[in-house]
């Protein structure tokens, strides 16, 4: 258990659609990030927040938002859903040791279905 | 940010000793050394971490020459439970870590 909780695990929606995923870290993480793994492809990266501010952008289409809130959990915001946007989407938290970005935790991933 | 360059695949077999070089010749100064595995529809689970030299731990050693323009992960006696995707990765506390293809390792019976 890696300490970072991802909800929800599994969803199934359709085209059009908009869905919000979540994400905990772990206790005393200020950063989350957020990753996009397509069938069999790599991580892509889509976004970070570090204690409530947008850090770092990635790939993240338009259609898609973040946050982090004051609690430092985390939503992703899919939104006008499209087939291509099925996916695995991991959040992984860090404590960002000063120059060395330290060890990432992913959680288990929210499998999301687009049909 | 540094790209990192590794082996697509890589095939061995179980008690074998497996070396993944990785190459990231625009590492800055600030950049750490960073592996990963994956396993299917799991998350990546941190495996080890370098700045220079050698570093091990409990399950793989670090290999970083001089110029840390390359890295090699090296995993003692490989089993069937290590199957899975390697990912190299180089980074500093001021830049997200962003993994490329990563390493598939298929160790065979």
């Known amino acids: 258990d890696s300490g970072v909780t991802q909800t929800p695990k599994h969803l199934i929606t359709a085209t059009g659609q908009r869905v919000t995923l979540r994400c905990s870290p772990r206790s005393g993480d200020l950063s989350v990030y957020w990753y996009q793994q397509s069938l069999d492809q790599g991580l892509q990266f889509l976004i970070q927040y570090y204690n409530g501010e947008e850090r770092a952008k990635g790939n993240i289409l338009e259609r898609f938002s973040a946050q982090q809130f004051p609690d430092l959990h985390s939503e992703l915001n899919l939104s006008s859903l499209e087939l291509g946007d099925s996916a695995l989407y991991f959040c992984?938290?860090?404590?960002?040791?000063?120059?060395?970005?330290?060890?990432?935790?992913f959680g288990e991933g929210s499998r999301l279905t687009v049909l | 940010l540094a790209k990192t360059t590794q082996p697509i695949s890589m095939d061995s077999y179980e008690g074998q000793e497996v070396n993944i070089t990785c190459s990231h010749n625009n590492i800055a100064t600030n950049d750490y050394i960073t592996w990963y595995q994956q396993f299917p529809s799991q998350g990546p689970r941190f495996i080890i971490q370098g700045y220079k030299t050698k570093v091990t731990n409990e399950v793989a050693s670090l290999f970083i020459p001089a110029d840390r323009k390359s890295s090699t992960l090296s995993l003692p006696r490989v089993s069937l439970s290590d199957t899975a995707v390697y990912y190299c990765l180089v980074g500093s506390g001021n830049t997200p870590l962003v993994f490329g293809k990563g390493t598939r390792l298929s160790v065979i019976a």
């Open positions: 992984a938290s860090s404590v960002e040791r000063g120059r060395n970005t330290g060890e990432l935790f």
